[in-house]
C-alpha cells in the first residue's frame, strides 16, 4: 500500500520555524520527484517548493524562496521541509506529493498555522 505520511506541523508565532517530514512507504521513493504543495483556508492548491529524485536539484517558490530548505534522504524514504521566518500567509495545510511519470501519489497534510 503507497503511503505520504506528514508530520511536524503545529502552532507557530510569527518569525518562528518548523520542520516538516514526509514519510514514504509502499513505493520505490528515491525513483519519485517530490514536492510540497500547500492550501490556505478557502484557497486552492500552491506549490511550494521541489526536489529531484537524487536530491540534486531543488526549486522553490518565490512565497518560500530564502526561507525554506527543502532535503530527502532516500535511505530513509523521506522528504523534509525546513521553513523559518514564518508569516501569517504561510498558515495552510501542506501536503507532500510524489510523483514519476504516470504515478502521483499524496499524502493526508500536515497543518501549520503561524499566528501570534
Known amino acids: 500500500e503507497v503511503q505520504l505520511v506528514e508530520s511536524g506541523g503545529g502552532l507557530v508565532q510569527p518569525g518562528g520555524s518548523l520542520r516538516l517530514s514526509c514519510a514514504a512507504s509502499?513505493?520505490?521513493?528515491?525513483?519519485?520527484?517530490m514536492r510540497w504543495v500547500r492550501q490556505a483556508p478557502g484557497k486552492g492548491l500552491d506549490w511550494v517548493s521541489a526536489?529531484?529524485?537524487?536530491?540534486?536539484?531543488?526549486y522553490y517558490a518565490d512565497s518560500m524562496k530564502g526561507r525554506s530548505t527543502i532535503s530527502r534522504d532516500n535511505a530513509k524514504n523521506t522528504m523534509f521541509l525546513q521553513m523559518n521566518d514564518l508569516k501569517p500567509d504561510d498558515t495552510a495545510v501542506y501536503y507532500c506529493?510524489?510523483?514519476?511519470?504516470?504515478?502521483?501519489?499524496w499524502g493526508q497534510g500536515t497543518q501549520v498555522t503561524v499566528s501570534s
Open positions: 506529493n510524489a510523483n514519476s511519470g504516470p504515478y502521483n501519489y
Open positions: 509502499g513505493f520505490t521513493f528515491s525513483n519519485y520527484d
Open positions: 526536489i529531484k529524485t537524487d536530491g540534486g536539484s531543488t
